[in-house]
């Protein structure tokens, strides 16, 4: 079997590590026990461009156990667990191409490996892989029936190929349900961002001021949980209406340039590029910690402060520090790339839970009633992400109301007023 990992001995690691996983993963559990009986995705090629943790390794048990004939490679080239990577290849003959700190060229070649399996459904998490498919392998569209995207930017991604005419087939916009982007942007990315930071710097965050760039699900989970350990968080914005509301819900808003020279801590997380630049480099305090939790690699414009340093090293790992004319030293966590799942573990596995279950309940849709879809993007379907959201409620044993007749009668009438 081909694939491509760091290395084979950490495969009883990983196998611990995605076992441990697992058992805070009771949704997709249930959904993979059903789909061992009915194997709805019998035999179903899938290409899976995804951040191989271990919760993608649950994900991948469950599409198996559907029936699925599934290949992974990693969608960052720097989100790799390694240990998981060798299990999936070696434990469960899933054909993995991923390797952490691989190069833009490996990442590439990895993702073209991805698509030598001339997947009919290809699940995405940033749209680079369906980005290739629709650029360097045209040829492989006509095997294509559809396939799912886990992420906002990659769903900005997709909409603009959809609306310019390109998109070659139906693609189910995962993060846009609620039982995903409503858990997994906010309580996922603020907990394991700050985790990131923190395992990279060991710094305090109390006391300190912590500028968050973008007020969206991510950026509202990092700023709730930064507040949370005692920073004094500050809000950049463009959007009126989401930086309105970072007002009331209590924190101070200012522009990026206001913000640069009294920031401690800069995490962006905007999805947009070059959110901070040189002019808002020159004026940071001597100390100042840069990183992103934003999609990709493009929000810190990197490129620049090369160029206005004097000199580069990495201080400790996931750590660069770059000094400026004048001594003043400015820190790049990561490479600029998600600190969340560079530094850290990615999200915790109870939310993956419901973004994964939703990633395997629309790929048995996809499977179902692809051909009555139009080349565009779709959202979960509603019973879907109802469905995800009982299950784990059920999960964590919370009970909940249920309508009397007379409440559902009310709710559907119009006549009564005061
Ligand atoms: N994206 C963010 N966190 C993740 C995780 N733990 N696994 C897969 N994708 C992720």
């Known amino acids: 079997m081909d694939f491509d990992v760091k290395d084979q001995g950490l495969a009883e690691k990983g196998r611990l590590r995605v076992e441990w996983a697992v058992k805070s993963m009771p949704v997709l559990r249930s959904i993979r026990e059903r789909f061992a009986k009915e194997k709805p995705l019998a035999g179903l090629r899938m290409a899976a461009c995804l951040h191989v943790t271990t919760e993608t390794a649950a994900l991948a048990q469950t599409l198996k156990a559907g029936g699925a004939d599934l290949r992974v490679c990693a969608s960052n080239p720097l989100s790799t667990q390694d240990d998981v990577a060798a299990f999936l290849a070696l434990g469960e003959n899933i054909p993995v191409f991923a390797i952490k700190g691989e190069d833009k060229d490996t990442y590439y070649k990895h993702i073209h490996k991805a698509l030598e399996h001339l997947p009919q459904v290809t699940m995405d998490d940033g749209a680079d892989l369906v980005g290739v498919l629709h650029s360097e392998r045209r040829e492989l569209l006509k095997n294509v029936i559809g396939g799912t995207e886990e992420t906002t930017t990659g769903v900005i991604r997709l909409r603009s190929m959809a609306e310019k005419g390109v998109l070659q087939y139906p693609i189910v916009a ?48 990092v700023a709730m949980r930064a507040s949370g350990m005692g920073a004094k968080v500050i809000i950049t914005e463009v959007n009126p209406l989401r930086a309105l509301e970072a007002v009331m819900d209590g924190y101070q808003v200012m522009t990026i340039e206001q913000a640069a020279p009294i920031g401690d801590f800069f995490c962006t997380l905007t999805g947009d590029i070059h959110v901070l630049r040189s002019e808002h480099f020159k004026v940071m305090k001597d100390g100042a910690i840069v990183c992103n939790s934003g999609h990709f690699n493009v929000e810190i414009d990197l490129e620049s402060l090369a160029k206005m340093a004097l000199t580069a090293r990495q201080i400790r790992d996931f750590v660069e520090e770059f000094e400026l004319p004048g001594g003043k030293k ?89």
């Open 174 to 221: 995962v993060n846009d349900a609620d039982t995903k982007h409503l858990f997994d942007n906010r309580y996922g990315t603020g907990q394991s961002t700050v985790d990131g930071i923190v395992r990279a710097t060991n710094r305090l965050l109390a006391g300190s001021n912590f500028v968050v760039a973008g007020y969206g699900w991510c950026g509202r989970g």
């Open 330 to 418: 400015i820190y790049v966590l990561g490479e600029g790339r998600l600190i969340n799942l560079a530094a850290a573990e990615g999200h915790p596995s109870s939310v993956m839970d419901m973004s994964f279950a939703n990633q395997a309940l629309c790929s048995e849709y996809m499977a179902k009633n692809y051909s009555s879809l139009k080349k565009t993007v779709y959202p979960v379907p509603e019973d879907i992400d109802r469905e995800i959201a009982r299950l784990k409620l059920a999960s964590m044993g919370v009970t909940i109301d249920v309508l009397t007749a007379e409440q559902d009668r009310y709710l559907h009438s119009w006549e009564m007023g005061t």
